[in-house]
């Protein structure tokens, strides 16, 4: 109801600014009215009159973890997470439901952020084998951690790969590491074009701002996204750049961008911070975000929902960052059946002006 009222009254003041020959303030957060209505689809752009592709399907025929290091059944556990960055709410809030189950459950949990720095991940996690916990949790940083997999493996401690994956001709799954807890991150680049052709219906010169170069999410997102959009012949991304995923890169490459590409009229970024960020650069730019450049992006953040609540963003694809509870039930069956499937993927939902609001207050 409440974004019905905040969209009518949106097209009240509107109307009330154009007969006054005002313009927009694109200094005033939210200026849009409420969440952006989807643009009228292009005929030649079957996406934008699709319906929302959900999460896939699950993997079939997954393979068991029978080669891995074995992990006790005992009542309590010391375990180690390294965490590859604490740089923005999405690895705050993994790394905080991690802690959370693990006290919930009486076991000790030793966490080590990397910083955002590769090197420094290899050697937190040189350090927490020196420390032999009886299970090892890691967020890689970028898919070339497999050395280091390996490594935990060959000091007999299983390692349990949580939201990014390794190279798997470095690292065999099953084997050097038990599983990948994962979101299908293609499947979210596949949403988020979908999401972009109901934003622009179909016509869209988008910008694209890539997450950390070699990381799993940035691969897969662009992967699902680029593929996507070639079926509408008015969807083209005229530059890509990685913003490392961080709101601060995602404001600096969008000003430079936007200078560079001026006629850009849509922005998809890899996650929600980035886009955070180029928003703030559209600002500067003097362009309305969510009008002059309408904008989606993946994670589902409080400040993100907010955003679309406002009209800013046009939507963004959940990436669940509470892997606490899946992380550790998933050691358990691993510590008393011996096995588990070799990945497991979760669901996502998707937040638009139908549910944003509805989700700000339990949003992370
Ligand atoms: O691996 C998941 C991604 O990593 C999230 O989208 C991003 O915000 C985080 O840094």
């Known amino acids: 109801m409440r974004v019905r009222t905040t ?20 200094s005033m957060p939210g200026q849009g009215g409420g969440p952006a209505a989807p643009a009228a689809p292009s005929a030649d752009c079957p996406l934008a009159s ?17 080669g891995a290091p074995k992990l006790a059944a005992k ?6 997470f390294s965490q590859n960055a604490s740089n923005n709410p999405w690895r705050l809030a993994e790394t905080a439901s991690m802690q959370a189950e693990a006290q919930r ?7 080590t952020d990397a910083n955002n720095e590769q090197a420094k991940q290899i050697q937190d996690i040189k ?3 020196a420390q032999r916990p009886d299970a090892l949790f890691m967020a890689p940083i970028t898919e070339q951690l497999g050395n280091v997999v390996v490594e935990a493996a060959h000091a007999g401690i299983p390692v349990f790969l949580l939201d990014r994956d390794v190279d798997t001709t470095a690292a065999k799954p099953g084997e050097d590491y038990v599983t990948v807890v994962v979101s299908d991150f293609v499947q979210q680049g596949r949403r988020a074009a979908w999401a ?4 622009t219906g179909g016509n869209a010169t988008i910008i694209e701002l890539e997450g950390t170069t070699g990381s799993s999410p940035a691969i897969d997102r662009k992967k699902g996204f680029d593929e ?35 006629d850009a009229t849509a922005i998809y970024a890899h996650n929600d911070e980035m886009a955070l960020g180029a928003i703030s650069a559209i600002r500067a730019a003097g362009k309305v975000p969510g009008q002059d450049i309408k904008i989606v992006s993946i994670d589902g953040s409080k400040d993100a929902l907010t955003a679309v609540d406002a009209g800013e963003l046009y939507a963004t694809v959940e990436s669940n960052p509470r892997f606490g509870p899946k992380a550790f039930e998933t050691m358990q069956q691993y510590a008393q059946q011996g096995q588990v499937p070799v990945q497991l993927v979760l669901e996502d939902r998707l937040f638009n002006r139908e549910n944003a609001a509805q989700n700000i207050a339990e949003a992370y």
């Open 7 to 26: 969209a009518a009254l949106a097209v009240l003041m509107a109307a009330a600014l154009s007969a006054a020959g005002c313009s927009n303030d694109a």
């Open 50 to 66: 699709a319906p929302d592709p959900g999460n896939s399907a699950p993997p079939a025929n997954v393979p068991a973890s029978t």
């Open 75 to 80: 009542d309590t556990y010391r375990v180690a």
């Open 105 to 111: 459950l009486g076991y000790q949990l030793t966490v």
């Open 127 to 129: 350090g927490l084998i």
């Open 196 to 199: 972009m052709a109901q934003a």
């Open 228 to 262: 996507s959009i070639t079926q509408c012949p008015g969807m083209r991304v005229v530059v890509s750049q990685s913003a490392d995923f961080t709101r601060a890169e995602g404001q600096s490459v969008t000003e430079t961008l936007l200078q560079s590409h001026p």
